[in-house]
């Protein structure tokens, strides 16, 4: 299952690309509340087992890479407002949905500022 996220590294090395952000999502940790706790390990036992086998493949490579783990989806619009933040500065997961979009318009800004590189990262809605 992480097949893809090999190559995609392994390919990325080669030819000299080194910024990578993935999606991941909050059923990899455990902080992430009793809700996620429950569906990693029942329903949504093998997403969450192919999530936590992408994020070690990412998080060992040499590329800088960032892991997003965005709280609840929405299909709403555009807003530009939501909040960010590294797991590794303790600020707990949040449920605060946040859109699509939302998540879309995060990732290149990252990208272009050259934010959050070997960071896994929290993404929420900017009401949390």
């Known amino acids: 299952h992480s ?7 392994d390919l990325m090395q080669r030819t000299g690309v080194r910024r990578l ?3 991941s999502s909050s059923l990899v940790d455990k902080q ?6 429950v569906a990693a390990r029942t329903l949504l036992r093998h997403t969450a087992s192919d999530q936590r086998a992408m994020e070690k493949l990412v998080t060992q490579s040499e590329l800088d890479w960032t892991v ?3 709280a609840l989806l929405s299909d709403g619009v ?3 407002r939501y909040a960010v933040s590294p797991a590794s500065a303790g ?3 949040s449920r605060a949905a946040l859109s699509r ?5 995060m990732m290149p800004d990252a990208t272009e500022r050259g934010a959050y590189a070997k960071e ?4 929420r809605g900017a009401g949390a």
């Open 78 to 80: 555009l807003t530009g």
């Open 91 to 93: 600020i707990p997961a």
């Open 101 to 105: 979009e939302d998540v879309a318009h």
């Open 32 to 37: 992430s509340g009793w809700l996620s706790l």
């Open 120 to 123: 896994i990262v929290w993404l």
């Open 21 to 23: 952000i993935v999606i």
């Open 3 to 9: 097949f893809p996220t090999r190559r995609s590294s």
């Open 68 to 70: 997003l783990r965005p």
